[in-house]
């Protein structure tokens, strides 16, 4: 049978980086569903540079992971497309800059909808359709471990994801799916392209290898936890040595 990939925020950054691996490490008939909120242009390029072979595989589709519908809509295109999930990354997730006093009450729940409670349901969704032997992984972040000062909100919602992995466990046990997360810190994607080199310096002076990470650091971790059959209810952090000094 082949392999059933499911991915949210799949078209840039991490998300992207996760996909390109599991591409690279493909059979001839396995497909990959991966999801896109409102870059279209972003979708496109990355679906532009991927072979022939490689497009075949591959099934980009927009739905915005802040709706509850979007996602409902989503499910139910895999299901009755592909019949069964064996890999199932949530990945898709936002934050913002805004001070804590200045948040309003719908932009918490915006972001607090997208990163915990829409995955949520989307998890229970397709519970019934994958496969056994099967694997769930979330990307928390090492800002659910360790406050953050920047965004509140996101910590939150990511140390609830890294509570809602151990929780899912025994959930997932009669199947045997493996139920995993992975808490990067400060990685180089396109949310800090616009981060000044002053804001650069003073991170870098805070992690041990006096550098940010790269997507390829994360998607190869992914892989690993993904392809490991022992592997369960663990947290990862990768971060490359944030406070340790």
Do not use: C
């Not at 490689?54 to 739905?63: R, T, V």
């Not at 229970?124 to 992984?137: A, D, Y």
């Not at 899912?168 to 800090?192: M, S, Y």
């Amino acid at each position: 049978m082949n392999r059933v990939t499911v991915i949210t925020g799949g078209t840039s950054g991490i998300g992207r980086g996760i996909v390109e691996k599991v591409l690279a490490n493909a059979d001839r008939d396995d497909l990959i569903f991966a999801t896109y909120a409102h870059n279209a242009g972003k979708a496109n390029a990355f679906w532009e540079s991927l072979s022939p072979e490689e497009q075949e595989k591959l099934i980009i589709l927009k739905a915005d992971m802040s709706s509850y519908e979007d996602m409902m809509a989503f499910v139910q295109e895999v299901k009755s497309r592909a019949g069964h999930v064996d890999w199932l990354i949530s990945n898709a997730g936002i934050s913002t800059y805004d001070k804590f006093q200045d948040y309003t009450f719908e932009e918490w729940n915006h972001i607090v909808n997208t990163n915990l409670s829409i995955p949520v349901f989307m998890i229970k969704e397709f519970m019934p359709v994958m496969t056994e032997g099967g694997s769930v992984l979330f990307m928390g972040s090492y800002a659910g471990r360790q406050a953050y000062s920047s965004s509140v909100v996101y910590g939150v919602t990511k140390a609830a994801i890294h509570f809602l992995t151990k929780s899912l466990v025994k959930e997932f046990e009669p199947k045997g799916i493996r139920v995993n997360a992975i808490a990067p810190g400060f990685i180089q994607t396109p949310w800090h392209e616009n981060r000044t080199q002053e804001s650069y310096d003073r991170i870098n002076r805070k992690i041990a290898l006096h550098r940010f990470g790269e997507i390829k650091d994360v998607a190869d971790m992914a892989y690993s936890i993904l392809t490991n059959h022992y592997m369960n209810g663990s947290i990862v952090d990768i971060h490359g040595g944030y406070d340790y000094f």
